[in-house]
C-alpha cells in the first residue's frame, strides 16, 4: 500500500523554466510534509516542508503548495537551474515532526540548458 | 564537519555472513533513524531511537536486523545471515531534541551489496 504516490518518475524542463513536481499522498494522519533532494551516491539532502496547517510555504526558488482537500501537494522550482538535476522525494509524517517518514518513489528531474 | 556520518560506504559480503553498520549522528541529536533505499524506490523506515530507547521498528525489520544505541550517541545496524534481498543503501538520519515539524538530517548511506 503505497501511501505517498509520485506518479511521474522523470520531467525534463528548460533551464530558466518552472519546474513542478507533484504528489499525492492517501493517509489523512500526515501533517508535516517535506520534500528531499538526492543526487546519485549521496543520501538525501532536506529542501522545504510544510505543515498541514498551511497551505503554501516559500523559500527562495522553491515553493511548495498543499491542498488538503485533495492531499495532493507540489514543489514549484523557479526559474530552474542545472544544478537542480537530481531525483526528488516527497515525504509525509504522521507525527509533526521527522519521525517514520513515509517516502514517494522520487522524480528524477532533468535541467536541460 | 558535523553531519550524519555512516560507516562503511560500501559493503560487498557473500550470503549467509553477519554485516554491522554504524552511524555517527549530528551532535547532541536525540533522536536516530534507519532506513533502507532499493533501486527505483524512496527510503524506508525500518526503526528509529530516542536518546537510548528504541520506540518503534518496522515490519521490514525482520528478526535477522538488529539496531542498538547503546548510550544514545552513535548506533549500529546489524544483519545477520545475510540474503541477496538485503542488498540495498541503508541511510541513516537524526533530527533534533523536542521540535515539532523538523526535519531529518541525512547521511550518505552504506550500500550493502550481498553476492
Known amino acids: 500500500d503505497q501511501q505517498v504516490k509520485q506518479n511521474s518518475p522523470s520531467l525534463s524542463v528548460q533551464e530558466g523554466r518552472i519546474s513542478i513536481l507533484n504528489c499525492d499522498y492517501t493517509n489523512s494522519m500526515f501533517d508535516y510534509f517535506l520534500w528531499y533532494k538526492k543526487y546519485p551516491a549521496e543520501g538525501p539532502t532536506f529542501l522545504i516542508s510544510i505543515s498541514s496547517i498551511k497551505d503554501k510555504n516559500e523559500d527562495g526558488r522553491f515553493t511548495v503548495f498543499l491542498n488538503k482537500s485533495a492531499k495532493h501537494l507540489s514543489l514549484h522550482i523557479v526559474p530552474s537551474q542545472p544544478g537542480d538535476s537530481a531525483v526528488y522525494f516527497c515525504a509525509a509524517s504522521p507525527g509533526g515532526g521527522a519521525q517514520k517518514l513515509v517516502f514517494g518513489q522520487g522524480t528524477r528531474l532533468t535541467i536541460n540548458p | 564537519d558535523t553531519g550524519v556520518s555512516q560507516d562503511p560506504r560500501h559493503k560487498i559480503t557473500k550470503r549467509g555472513q553477519n554485516v554491522t553498520f554504524r552511524c555517527d549522528p549530528i551532535s547532541e541529536h536525540n533522536r536516530l533513524y534507519w532506513y533502507r533505499q532499493t533501486l527505483g524506490q524512496g527510503p524506508e523506515f525500518l526503526t528509529y531511537?530516542?536518546?537510548?530507547?528504541?520506540?518503534?521498528k518496522s515490519r521490514l525489520l525482520s528478526d535477522r536486523f538488529s539496531a542498538e544505541r547503546p548510550k544514545g550517541s552513535f548506533s549500529t545496524l546489524e544483519i545477520q545471515r545475510t540474503e541477496q534481498g538485503d542488498s540495498a543503501m541503508y541511510l541513516c538520519?537524526?533530527?533534533?531534541?523536542?521540535?515539532?515539524?523538523?526535519?531529518?538530517?541525512f547521511g550518505q548511506g552504506t550500500r550493502l551489496t550481498v553476492v
Open positions: 538520519a537524526s533530527s533534533p531534541r523536542g521540535r515539532a515539524n523538523t526535519e531529518a538530517f
Open positions: 531511537f530516542q536518546n537510548e530507547a528504541q520506540l518503534e
